[in-house]
């Protein structure tokens, strides 16, 4: 489950990756004075600036709620921006749709490999859930890039990004109904080493 679960992910947030410049290009126009190669960076460069502040905060969220709420929280701003990467009509809404994007994807990442990482009892389960999680990243990636440019000939840009959103509603869908919340397993271990503690 766990590599099903991540790859349907970051299928889903590479899909249009291989087209957000072309995008932008589309919806370029001049503002704050900056050159047109910089206007046309923006989005990325956005996405991932709200991506690395969204991953120092994830942590400690993470320790406080466990990985599930974190990620289905952080995946509904993913879709959120998704979806109005979609619908963007200019490119102020396109750079803000990016940055809703990168704002959700650091936090779910962080949340996933805390999942694959400490839901892990002991190091060969351990080896185990990361050669999956990492499978599944890659495995991810690489369909995502490729199916979303080979869909994006077909149906145009705009229309990948909501079959994204889709694709991220079932990695939604694993997460909150096969996998289990971290927090809730640690409570259970800490519980039954008290008992044994207890009971000796």
């Not at 060969?124 to 890659?138: D, P, Q, T, V, Y």
């Not at 995502?144 to 145009?156: E, K, L, N, S």
């Not at 397993?185 to 009971?199: F, K, L, P």
Request: hydrophobic share 55%; aromatic share 12%.
């Amino acid at each position: 489950m766990n590599r099903t679960f991540t790859f349907l992910f970051f299928a889903a947030s590479t899909m249009p990756l291989s087209f957000i410049p072309l995008v932008m290009q589309d919806l370029y126009q001049s503002f704050f004075g900056l050159s047109k190669d910089v206007v046309l960076g923006l989005p990325i460069s956005a996405e991932m600036l709200f991506a690395g502040l969204s991953m120092t905060l994830a942590g400690y969220l993470i320790d406080k709620k466990g990985w599930k709420p974190v990620f289905v929280f952080n995946l509904v701003i993913f879709i959120a921006g998704t979806v109005l990467s979609g619908l963007a009509w200019n490119s102020l809404v396109f750079i803000l749709a990016r940055s809703l994007v990168g704002l959700g994807y650091g936090a779910c990442l962080v949340a996933m490999m805390n999942l694959a990482v400490v839901s892990s009892s002991s190091e060969e389960e351990k080896s185990r859930s990361l050669s999956a999680h990492n499978s599944g990243i890659f495995a991810g990636a690489n369909c995502g890039v490729v199916v979303g440019g080979m869909i994006a000939d077909r149906i145009g840009f705009y229309r990948v990004f909501w079959l994204a959103a889709g694709v991220s509603l079932l990695a939604g869908f694993f997460a909150l109904y096969f996998l289990p919340n971290i927090k809730e397993q640690r409570g259970e271990r800490a519980a039954a080493a008290e008992s044994t503690v207890q009971g000796s």
